[in-house]
């Protein structure tokens, strides 16, 4: 790794990736913080940060930060942080092929085109970080968030295929399965909720009012909810650590979500997780 080392991390204008990217900053790391809007971009210079446009939905944003990226560090890249996504609530029976695909854009295929164009690289060099930021939802599913599940449950798949292709290149993967993280999180998935859910038409409406409610609600966080700091320390341990884990599990529903579903019958594991996705 060189004197300073350099990361990519996606996702930067708020919540993990933004208090990420100052982290790990004030710990000698070159940060270049990505973004899509022009604003953010603007913000994220303001802060102190190598803000970089990155638009995981363009192929060719993706190969302009890259590209962007290579000039500044003279060809080199220490690690990449895979954190960009947004959920898209919903039931399955409501999920449009265009809306699941718009999830499936972001939150999947954005990170591999991106994770794909800096290997060669990280090759090049003889190392690299790789880490994905993944959820709880990556291994356990709650009703109406199926389209932000398949994302996770597929990048946790790919993940995994990822880590055994690179072994012995130099080149270490990590997958981060935050809980409940306080965000914009919820914010974001009420836009996508109204951009993309006709609730008058479904057989859920009476549900989706509940869900209506929830994704409004600015207070009242999720129990064991925790602030992106937690998310950093698992970060830092897969960035720096000479033996990074494969997973790291944060929050309490994650690690007590992974014993229940590794000890309990599947019926068992669904009836607990009925009650948890209620609403």
């Given at each position: 790794m060189s004197e300073q080392p350099s990361i990519l991390i996606t996702g930067?204008?708020?919540g993990i990736g933004h208090h990420c990217a100052h982290a790990l900053a004030e710990r000698g790391w070159r940060v270049f913080a990505s973004a899509r809007a022009d604003a953010d971009i603007e913000r994220l210079t303001r802060e102190g940060l190598e803000a970089v446009q990155l638009d995981l939905n363009d192929s060719a944003s993706i190969q302009a930060a890259v590209d962007t990226v290579?000039?500044?560090t003279g060809g080199h890249l220490d690690a990449l942080f895979n954190n960009g996504a947004y959920g898209q609530p919903g039931a399955v029976e409501d999920l449009e092929r265009d809306v699941l695909r718009a999830q499936l854009e972001t939150n999947l295929l954005g990170w591999l085109e991106l994770t794909n164009r800096v290997i060669p690289v990280m090759r090049a060099q003889g190392h690299g970080r790789i880490v994905q930021n993944?959820?709880?939802l990556g291994f356990v599913?709650?009703?109406w968030r199926g389209a932000y599940q398949a994302s996770k449950f597929a990048l946790e798949g790919l993940t995994d295929t990822l880590r055994l292709e690179l072994h012995g290149s130099g080149i270490h993967v990590s997958l981060?399965?935050?809980g409940p993280i306080t965000s914009r999180f919820r914010a974001n998935a009420w836009q996508a909720y109204q951009r993309r859910i006709a609730p008058e038409q479904s057989a859920h409406r009476e549900t989706y009012t509940l869900l209506e409610q929830r994704l409004q609600s600015e207070g009242d966080?999720?129990?064991?909810t925790l602030g992106p700091?937690?998310?950093c320390r698992a970060l830092v341990h897969a960035l720096e650590s000479p033996r990074p884990r494969i997973r790291y599990r944060v929050t309490l529903p994650t690690t007590l979500l992974g014993l229940l579903k590794w000890l309990l019958p599947t019926r068992t594991v669904?009836?607990?997780?009925r009650r948890i996705g209620s609403a």
């Open positions: 930067c204008s708020s290579l000039a500044r993944s959820s709880v599913t709650l009703k981060i399965q935050p966080p999720a129990p064991f700091e937690a998310v669904d009836a607990i997780l």
